[in-house]
Nanobody
Framework: VQLQASGGGLVQAGGSLRLSCAAS????????MGWFRQAPGKEHEFVAA????????YYADSVEGRFTGSRDNAKKTAYLQMTSLKPEDTAVYYC?????????????????WGQGTLVTVSS
């Protein structure tokens, strides 16, 4: 298993969760890390991307200001801190890794995917 996502659960609207993505990639620091989500009946949606060092992050408009992506290369782990959660954030969240940094918002650019972790936000 190359990527293992965890940390999902049930939370009330306005609450917070932190997702983790543990990687077994040999050169973890060479990969841009991305977070995507898929709500029931919908396509995968880009959520966030984290640059190699974690110094630069990118977000979908829908989560900007509420979600924060980060990584710890020594631990080979990426994170997604989610705050002010809304019912529309309910989805299965996936972490992914890509070497194609210029295409970090595109699902097709990612080489490795975690198994997904379910986040449910109740109103």
């Amino acid at each position: 298993v190359q990527l293992q996502a965890s940390g999902g659960g049930l939370v009330q609207a306005g609450g917070s969760l932190r997702l983790s993505c543990a990687a077994s990639l040999r050169t973890f620091s060479s990969y841009f890390m991305g977070w995507f989500r898929q709500a029931p009946g919908k396509e995968h949606e880009f959520v966030a991307a984290i640059s190699w060092s974690g110094g630069t992050t990118y977000y979908a408009d829908s989560v900007e200001g509420r979600f924060t992506g980060s990584r710890d290369n020594a631990k080979k782990t990426a994170y997604l801190q989610m705050t002010s959660l809304k019912p529309e954030d309910t989805a299965v969240y996936y972490c992914a890794a890509t070497l194609q940094s210029s295409r970090h918002t595109s699902k097709s650019a990612y080489d490795y995917w975690g198994q997904g972790t379910l986040v449910t936000v109740s109103s």
